[in-house]
């Protein structure tokens, strides 16, 4: 899924083996980079209905529930302005950024395709709207390691970390809850703060990761606003949530970001979830019943 992955196991008697099968089966369904994954065949397809597997089915049923959750501020139909963007290739593979942000612009409201996805359980197929495409992203992520975890077998504490979207079981080492860092987003190689968790999942978005040089020379960011499709730009760099799923905290985590303070508040309510808001000057903020310890 273009990330690095990382499953821990406490006192547990089986291996890791299965959950690895198990995750390169989804990456070979859902991958908007694999021309043959069947994610790719329903966008090539789009206007016609597709026959897809239930992982499928279900992958694009969250989807259209978190469009809908967060009222258009996630949206997983945003793949052909992130292209436009210059997001066509795995990111590794993309300029690295140099500093100068894309000037602000007074684009015309967009309309989603998102709430006319047809999907049918039955037959099991999905149905894009035509000219639309679908682009798993983040939720992605947070959903396969929500699936992994249900099919590990008895640990005794488990951490599924699969490009920075966690879930979690069980206990730490000390038999209490997992210590997880967030990292500082203007200084990577630093944690800002130190969160205490108990179970669920923990994904953190930020505007200042996976950036990329345009071809008009000005940086861009993979967190497009669904009502313009510009890269974001608001008072946030960069939220971490915890939510009973991996999934559901993307979803919280991105939304929140890109429709600001204020919002990510009301959201995070809402949602009753928990959050750690980071603003442009590194102000932090904790939202909800999260045990987080800043550091810096």
């Known amino acids: 899924m273009g990330s690095a992955c990382r499953i821990l196991l406490m006192g547990a008697d089986s291996t890791v083996d299965p959950l690895l099968v198990r995750l390169e089966e989804l990456e070979s369904e859902w991958s908007r980079f694999q021309p043959e994954s069947q994610v790719s065949i329903m966008n090539a397809y789009a206007g ?28 997983p139909t945003m793949l052909t302005e992130l292209e436009a963007h210059g997001y066509d290739r795995s990111h590794e593979l993309l300029a690295p950024p140099e500093g100068l942000p894309l000037p602000g612009s007074s684009a015309p409201e967009r309309a989603s395709p998102a709430d006319r996805i047809e999907i049918d359980v039955v037959l099991g197929s999905v149905t894009l709207p035509k000219g639309s495409a679908f682009d798993p992203g983040g939720i992605g992520k947070g959903l396969a390691a929500d699936m992994l975890m249900d099919t590990v077998g008895a640990a005794a504490g488990v951490l599924i970390d699969l490009g920075g979207d966690l879930r979690i ?26 969160l205490a968790i108990a179970r669920g999942g923990v994904a953190t978005s930020s505007s200042l990761r996976r950036r990329w040089r345009g ?34 905290a993307d979803v919280v985590a991105k939304a929140a970001v890109v429709g600001g303070s204020d919002h990510a508040r009301e959201l995070i309510g809402v949602t009753h979830t928990a959050g750690l808001l980071i603003g442009r000057s590194g102000e932090t903020e904790v939202v909800g019943p999260l045990e987080a310890e800043i550091l810096c």
């Open 215 to 248: 071809g008009d020379g000005f940086d861009r960011h993979h967190l497009l606003d669904p009502r313009t499709g510009r890269p974001a730009d608001t008072d946030l760099v960069a939220v971490t949530v915890n939510a009973g799923t991996a999934w559901f």
């Open 48 to 75: 016609r209905p597709v026959l897809v597997s239930e992982d499928v089915v279900l992958l694009v049923s969250h989807a259209v529930h978190a469009w809908r959750l967060t009222e258009g501020l996630y949206d």
């Open 169 to 194: 079981e069980g206990n730490w080492i000390d038999g209490g809850p997992w210590p997880v860092g967030v990292a500082d987003p203007f200084d990577p190689g630093r944690d800002i703060a130190s």
